[in-house]
Nanobody, 117 residues
Framework: QVQLVESGGGLVQGGGSLRLSCAAS????????MGWYRQAPGKQRELVAI???????NYADSVEGRFTISRDNAKNTVYLQMNSLKLEDTAVYYC???????????WGQGTQVAVSS
């Protein structure tokens, strides 16, 4: 089993910045993809950014150029630096770790990000 613990959410004014962290523990397959998804009220969960163990990144178009994903493989931790935050970035942000074949997905409990005007 894998456990994911997120931190760093909160309330920020539009244009501000936040940094999310997610630490994974347990039986972790080294060949994994860690990342962030978000879910706003009344909407489906959507991909924000993911990063493979080897360093390949993928971003949603809506956050490209504003958000940066990074990870520390030694600490099994993934980060999301969010800059120039917009009202529409308000959501619960979930950390994920996917590995194995067939792929197994693990999720954190979610952390709230609220952007005010």
């Amino acid at each position: 089993q894998v456990q994911l613990v997120e931190s760093g959410g909160g309330l920020v004014q539009g244009g501000g910045s936040l940094r999310l962290s997610c630490a994974a523990s347990g039986r972790i397959d080294g060949n994994n993809v860690m990342g962030w998804y978000r879910q706003a009220p009344g909407k489906q969960r959507e991909l924000v950014a993911i990063m493979s163990h080897s360093g390949i990144r993928n971003y949603a178009d809506s956050v490209e150029g504003r958000f940066t994903i990074s990870r520390d493989n030694a600490k099994n931790t993934v980060y999301l630096q969010m800059n120039s935050l917009k009202l529409e970035d308000t959501a619960v942000y979930y950390c994920s770790l996917k590995s194995g074949w067939p792929t197994v997905a693990y999720w954190g409990q979610g952390t709230q990000v609220a952007v005010s005007s």
